[in-house]
């Protein structure tokens, strides 16, 4: 910032996604999403691409997602969540065992629906329809209120 002057062009080479992107609100778990497929890939959606599909998020990260992945979707870099994943990245366990893959942020091509609810931050259960309850911004559902202790 003192006389160095950063060329941003030679570090993003696509201003207009970058830009769509800024506007997108930030996704969480139970929200669907389309993303563009090439090779059995997930890619940004401003390349070429093969096929779209649906993905739920099943997790949020800094700067990315995780996606479920169905049996019927073939996704390389997918992985397993086992019992680990599940609780280190704080996924439903109903989807313990079941493919999930990493995605950036970018590779968001579009949001098909934003399923307005909330996690339960201490037994992680979806509540439809439920908003944040908590000083922090976040959710805890009502048998996790009245059952501290469990
Ligand atoms: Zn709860």
Do not use: W
């Amino acid at each position: 910032m003192f006389g160095a002057v950063i060329d941003y062009s030679s570090i993003y080479d696509e201003d207009f996604a970058i830009n769509l992107h800024n506007s997108m609100p930030r996704l969480n778990p139970g929200d669907t999403i389309s993303c563009m497929i090439n090779n059995s890939l997930i890619v940004n959606p401003y390349r070429d691409y093969e096929e779209t599909q649906t993905f739920i998020i099943v997790a949020k990260v800094d700067e990315g997602y995780y996606l479920y992945v169905p049996h019927y979707i073939n996704i390389k870099d997918s992985k397993v969540a086992d019992q680990y994943v599940c609780k280190k990245l704080q996924i439903n366990t109903k989807y313990l065992n079941e493919n999930i893959v990493y995605i950036s942020e970018h590779m968001v091509a579009a949001i098909v629906k934003k399923d307005e609810g909330c996690s339960c931050k201490i037994c992680k259960e979806y509540k439809r329809f439920a908003g944040p309850n908590q000083d922090d911004g976040s959710f805890i559902c009502y048998s996790c209120r009245i059952n501290p202790y469990i």
